[in-house]
């Protein structure tokens, strides 16, 4: 194989330079993509309950372009917090932030969709980019209106019907409390239509009968550094349960995988076919959600909620040849931070708050460390499951957006200025993203490539060789200039030899590739199938079990079928 590297003479032909544009091709369709994180700032509008103190105003001002926002202050009352101030105790009457967007309070929730390039976003993940949209900033901010956006009932800023439990103080979710409204759907958050623009777009594409797509999903909650599967009751049921944290269980266990990196155990992933069947999921797993009351926010997220799609495509080429890409689109609501002496919180709403205030200080380190020195080489991800689970979001292979959610009040000056001055950190972080092509696909794609270029050698060996076997012999040529020509000609035909050889090699591998390509495919098919059936079985007994302990609860008898 030493071949490979020896240099030989090349003419370039126009049949050669046509070849040389496909490989280039080739290499454009597995490209990186090289991006800093986009950044958007939201100013939420003020609340009627701030309307009615009459005091707060407003502390923050947007450009007319919608690339800038201005923390404004002043010392009407007392001086403000040290982060606000120079070395010399200094006090600046404004600061500055530049990031890609600034929405207003009147922005709309189709204005965020659109504007934020959330179709183009979308189409990332179709194409086989992994994307990620979270959004950040302090309790109350509007993070969960702008990710979810559902309709809310009894006047309740996000829409749960509170039912406070003595046991915890936490809030539960009643089966009709979370809804999506058709009609009235100028709600919807970020969630929501990323699921029906995502499945619109995933239809124009099914006219190819030569590309098959698979949709599934995942819903977690981090909730005092636990992680709780939604879509599982059995697991992610505490929201409904409102049990003691020791009584839920440690939830999912987080393992690391060398490809993939951090993942977690035994967490249920729902194939879906449709918008609407995606949205009803997303919909009932909402339900375990948990969620309190505080002084800030009358229905407080105590959980970070990743809501994950994975989209998987399987397609041939013009060869038959298969090509599986598999990408994920996480949807992050993180719990906004608190400050105690705010939200007056108590008892389990208090540890829940510092639970959230601890994974959010990690993230924030994870922010500044890699914004400031993104060579360094230990990043704390491991210090939270929740930096854990995004390390591939901040950084890594990853198209991410996050969204940066403030409180236009001057009461909330410290707060915004700590919000604002994260998002900027995080607008320099680097992320490198890359088509997540399955490793058989990309082996057949990388040997292609290595037989397009002994092809282009091969031909430049041949026109050598017949521009040789042309030249008239040199009737007065020295002895020595035709043994220089001789071994010219030797050397040639040696290496058009070898390359010949190698070409061999490279198709006989690229052979193999493929045949290994189609066992594994085989292969899936009839544990996919096993599955099914184990998957049923395993809910057929759960029923049984199930109707059997309420037999027993009530004195009763059963006999299993």
Known sequence: MDSTNREVPRKETHEGAEIANVVAEDCGRLREDVAKISVAVRVRPFLPSELKRKKSRNSLGIS????????????????????????????????????????????????????????????????GYNCTVFAYGQTGS???????????????????????????????????????????????????????????????NRADKNTTWSVSCTHVQLYNECAYDLLNQNNGGPGVTLQSNSVRGPGLKMRWASKG?????????????????????????????????????????????????????????????????????????????????QTNSTGVTFTEAIGINKSLSVLRKVIVALATEPDRSHIPYRDSKLTSLLQE????????????????????????????????????????????????????????????????????????VGSLNTEKPLQKSTSKNAEGVSEELANAKRSLLDHVLLFKDVFRAEESAVKEVQKQQKY??????????????????????????????????????
């Open 393 to 464: 979001s901040l950084g890594g292979n990853c198209v991410t957006l996050m969204i940066a959610c403030v409180a236009p009040g001057d009461d909330f000056i410290d707060e915004n200025h700590s919000t604002l001055k994260y998002a900027s950190h995080a607008s320099n972080i680097r992320n490198v993203a890359i088509v997540n092509v399955d490793s058989n696909s990309r082996t057949i794609s990388n040997l292609r490539l290595e037989v397009q270029r002994l092809r282009n050698e091969l031909r430049a060996l041949h026109n050598v």
């Open 64 to 127: 007319p372009e919608g690339k800038q926002v201005t923390l404004k202050f002043n010392l009407r009352e007392s001086a403000l917090p040290a982060s606000l101030q120079d070395s010399k105790h200094n006090v600046t009457t404004e600061k500055a932030f530049s990031f890609d967007h600034v929405f207003g309070t009147e922005t709309t929730q189709q204005d965020i969709f659109e504007n934020l390039g959330m179709p183009a976003i979308l189409q990332k993940a179709i194409d």
């Open 524 to 561: 899936n098919l009839v544990m996919k199938r096993d599955n099914e059936l184990l998957h049923d079985e395993n809910m057929s007994l759960r029923d049984r079990i199930r109707v059997l302990q309420n037999m027993l609860l009530q004195g009763g008898r059963v006999r299993l079928e």
């Open 261 to 341: 990196g951090f993942y977690l155990q035994n967490l249920f992933e729902v194939t879906t076919e449709t918008a609407e069947e995606t949205l009803h999921l997303f919909r009932q797993s909402a339900r375990n959600k948990v969620v309190s009351s505080h002084d800030l926010n009358p229905v407080s997220s105590r959980s970070h909620c990743i809501f994950t799609i994975t989209i998987k495509r399987q397609s041939l080429d013009a060869e038959n040849l298969p090509e599986v890409r598999e990408s994920r689109l996480c949807l992050v609501d993180l719990a906004g931070s608190e400050r105690v002496s």
């Open 142 to 204: 509007g993070k969960t209106h702008t990710m979810d956006g559902f309709d809310f009932d009894e006047q309740l800023a996000y829409g749960y019907n509170r039912k406070t439990s003595s046991a915890t103080g936490g809030v539960a979710l009643s089966e009709d409390s979370v809804h999506i409204s058709v009609s009235k759907n100028d709600n919807f958050g970020l969630v929501p239509r990323s699921i029906v623009a995502l499945f619109a777009a995933l239809d124009g």
